[in-house]
């Protein structure tokens, strides 16, 4: 089953990019979030864990990146959508991971995956504050907000996983230091806060 969805799905992706080239946008976009959707599907029965998570992850900056960039509000809604899911997999994960193995080795996945999502969410808040002309101190709850907000919520539950408090310690005034430096520089009172 998995095969027939990855195929159906590549069949799908390819039409759209077909689509695009004849200036069939509206098809295009619709022929992507088909074939990605079962992709989806395939991907899920295929992976879990980790592995699926960080396809996640670079399937939510992929998605966001192109509907910012192209305007494209059924991708950024599909973003969203993947985002919420992919945090609450993450802490349910979390949950699993901790109660069935050593202390030793929790820490290494998520360190991994905590530096791929912590990119990813950082790097579309930049993006996000950049293509919709974020203004200075506006606080409003926009799109790079939200991914400035999961790329932190990201960071602290990757700390959390480390096994030597010394290192949470150092992981949490990291991350004080980058926000407060960030927000200095672009005068955002989100980034400071």
Request: some cysteine.
């Amino acid at each position: 089953v998995e095969t027939i969805f990855a195929a159906s799905g590549a069949v799908y992706l390819g039409m759209a990019r077909w689509l695009m080239k004849r200036d069939q946008k509206v098809l295009s976009t619709v022929h992507f979030l088909l074939g990605l959707a079962l992709v989806n599907g395939a991907k899920a029965m295929r992976f879990s864990g980790m592995d699926l998570l960080t396809l996640d992850v670079i399937q939510i900056w992929l998605l966001m990146a192109l509907g910012t960039r192209f305007d494209i509000r059924a991708f950024r809604l599909i973003a969203y959508f993947l985002l919420s899911a992919f945090v609450t997999t993450w802490l349910n994960e979390s949950n699993h991971f901790v109660n069935t193995t050593s202390p030793w080795s929790r820490a290494l996945p998520y360190d991994k995956l905590g530096r791929v999502a912590v990119f990813a969410f950082a790097h579309l808040s930049h993006l996000c504050a950049r293509q919709y002309g974020r203004t200075i101190n506006n606080a409003k709850f926009d799109h790079s907000t939200i991914y400035f907000l999961a790329a932190n919520l990201m960071f602290s539950l990757s700390a959390q996983h480390l096994v030597n408090a010394n290192y949470v310690s150092l992981c949490y005034t990291l991350q004080a230091a980058v926000c407060l430096a960030f927000g200095l520089k672009f005068r955002d009172g989100v980034y400071i806060v």
